[in-house]
């Protein structure tokens, strides 16, 4: 999917956010690996990014990757399937920025909504979700394989025009 860039500069510090490329993966799968403790393999990201349908943006603060999310349409719900900002820049809304990107590219052409997994004990995340307009709207119960951990389904409707 085609998509432009969107710069920005925040407390002095440039802030770009793009799509992702390849030449990013070794970047994302470090910071994938630092994150999770099931992180998806490099092939995976490949796999997704090579996607028509996918949405994969990237977050640099001062040239150097820091957050990165993807997504994908299956049918006609958009699927929220990673994202992830690196330790050491959190709270610094780079998570926010990489969504208001996301959401001006999807929100342009009809949908059904956005959905997605998260694990229940995950707040961060879930207040995030929460600060975009997803809602929980179930639980798919042991749904992680580690630890058997619930997951919270989140879902947010198309705020688009319908026609
Ligand atoms: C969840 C995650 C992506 C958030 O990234 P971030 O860049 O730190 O988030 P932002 O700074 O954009 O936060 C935006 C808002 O989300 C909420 N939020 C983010 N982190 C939060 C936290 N630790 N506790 C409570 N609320 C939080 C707040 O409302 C925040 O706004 P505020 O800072 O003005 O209060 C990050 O913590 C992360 O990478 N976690 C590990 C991976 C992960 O869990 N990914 C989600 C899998 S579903």
């Known amino acids: 999917m085609s998509v ?34 099931m992180p998806w393999s490099p092939a995976v990201f490949s796999g997704q990014l090579a996607r028509e349908t996918a949405v994969c943006f990237v977050c640099e603060v001062d040239h150097r990757l820091v957050g990165y999310l993807l997504a994908d349409m299956f049918v006609d719900v958009w699927h929220l399937m990673n994202l992830a900002v690196d330790e050491p820049f959190r709270r610094r809304h780079v998570a926010a920025d990489l969504l208001e990107a996301y959401f001006g590219l ?34 798919r119960p042991r749904y992680y394989s580690d630890d058997r951990e619930d997951a919270a389904i989140m879902w947010k409707d198309w705020e688009g025009e319908t026609a």
Do not use: K, W
Not at 10 to 18: D, L, Q
Not at 117 to 122: K, M, Y
Not at 124 to 139: D, K, M, N, P
């Open 4 to 37: 432009e860039r969107f710069p920005g500069v925040h407390r002095a510090e440039e802030r770009v956010i793009r799509p992702m490329q390849f030449t990013d993966l070794e970047a994302v799968a470090e910071i994938e690996r630092r994150t999770y403790t």
């Open 106 to 139: 999807t929100e342009r052409h009809g949908h059904r909504g956005h959905t997605l997994e998260v694990r229940v004990s995950n707040t961060a995340a879930i207040e995030l979700y929460r600060s975009f307009g997803f809602v929980s709207t179930g639980v």
